[in-house]
């Protein structure tokens, strides 16, 4: 284990809050590279509402935790899942919307030193009832992460693979134009022309609310946007990962007697676009810092139509974050790829697999390649 940390780990849910605070502390001082600023989807009541996206049955938390001096230096949020061959370890909050670059909450200058401390704390006390693990979509210059990687494989003999990943998440940084209109590109604006026809019809109408201001409304919005869904098969339901996140956000906020301190990360926001009184799309969000992360988004409409009712809502979005001061918008994946001609500056990520050799021979044939692992 490296000297000046000690590493001991929670397996137990309801202890978890007990490093609530210091979680939230050291996800503000965790690296974030560009287009990846903002630390809400590693705060602590984000933990729990990820943690609430995996049945129970399929997943057992293991959150290491490295200290020094008595004070908590950094976090690391795994959870061991059962796979088909056997126990493998993951990154907690890796899978859903909002899964690129989660990794060790730290200081940016005791990154390596705490990957080196909790690969020396797995090496000796889990890998031997573990058939991998599995970072995925790390950023591919993650500096603690690589020197776990690296610590771990030199510590156990195990092989480390890596493959390049699409990011799970689209970051658009939009500017306003001097006229007070955002600056659309060109392969957006006619779009934008059919946007501005359907908006002066008369027949839609666009509703926000930020909690701050008017929480009934955030209530009554985020049940509009589930009642979208709830006729849709379960792979549908399903596609953003959100509905038990939301259900974890809406407590966390504004249950009786929550924390400040546990609760207060960001401001959240929801917005719903109408027909003729309906709602047809809605979007929950969270302003942080300088960016909008739009982590649940729906629009409910005949295909033909589903392009033209996202950029309707998605237009409304940028608006309201330039004129708010915003400079980052991010939303999932699934919806993102329609923001034509917008350009993407989500962050590059890769997979990461640690695994014993005779699975890692036999992964030589797949697109895995030897990690580039940093080492100073």
């Known amino acids: 284990m490296k000297k000046g940390f000690s590493v001991s780990q929670i397996t137990d849910p309801r202890k978890l809050l007990g490093i609530g605070k210091d979680w939230n502390r050291l996800s503000a001082l965790s690296p974030y590279p560009m287009g990846n600023s903002g630390s809400w989807d590693r705060s602590f009541p984000w933990l729990l509402g990820w943690l609430s996206e995996i049945p129970e ?26 796979g088909s061959e056997g126990s493998e370890f993951r990154l907690m909050g890796s899978h859903g919307c909002f899964g690129d670059c989660k990794g060790i909450l730290g200081d940016l200058a005791d990154q390596k030193a705490l990957g080196e401390a ?17 970072f995925k979509r790390v950023g591919e ?46 392969a957006s604006r006619r779009t934008i022309g059919l946007v501005k026809k359907a908006s002066q019809s008369g027949l839609f109408e666009y509703s926000q609310a930020f909690e701050d201001s008017d929480k009934e409304s955030i209530v009554k919005h985020i049940l509009a946007i589930r009642g979208m869904i709830k006729n849709d098969a379960p792979e549908l339901k399903h596609r953003f990962g959100s509905i038990a996140m939301t259900r974890r956000v809406v407590d966390y906020r504004f249950a009786p007697g929550t924390d400040p301190s546990l609760s207060s990360i960001g401001r959240l926001g ?45 237009s409304n979005l940028i608006r309201t974050s330039l004129s708010q001061g915003l400079e980052t918008i991010h939303v999932a994946s699934s919806l993102g790829s329609r923001a034509i001609g917008l350009k993407n500056f989500a962050v590059r990520v890769q997979t990461i697999r640690v695994c014993a050799r005779s699975e890692a021979q036999d992964q030589q044939g797949s697109d895995y390649s030897e990690p580039s692992i940093a080492t100073n």
């Open 118 to 134: 909790f690969a020396g704390y797995l090496a000796e006390e889990w890998l031997g009832s573990s058939s991998c693990i599995e």
């Open 270 to 314: 929801t917005c719903n676009l109408l027909w003729k009184g309906n709602p047809i799309a809605g979007a929950v969000y969270v302003d942080d810092q300088a960016s909008r992360y739009v982590f649940w988004m729906e629009v409910r409409v005949h295909p033909d139509q589903e392009q033209l009712i996202f950029w309707m809502l998605f």
């Open 141 to 186: 210059h993650d500096q603690g992460l690589l020197a776990l990687v690296n610590h771990l494989v030199c510590e156990s003999g195990w092989n480390a693979t890596s493959r390049s990943e699409s990011p799970a998440r689209y970051a658009f940084c939009p500017t306003m134009g001097p006229d007070g209109e955002p600056i659309w590109p060109l």
């Open 57 to 82: 049955q399929q997943r057992d938390p293991l959150v290491l935790v490295a200290t020094s001096s008595g004070k908590v230096r950094g976090i690391l949020p795994l959870l061991i899942h059962e």
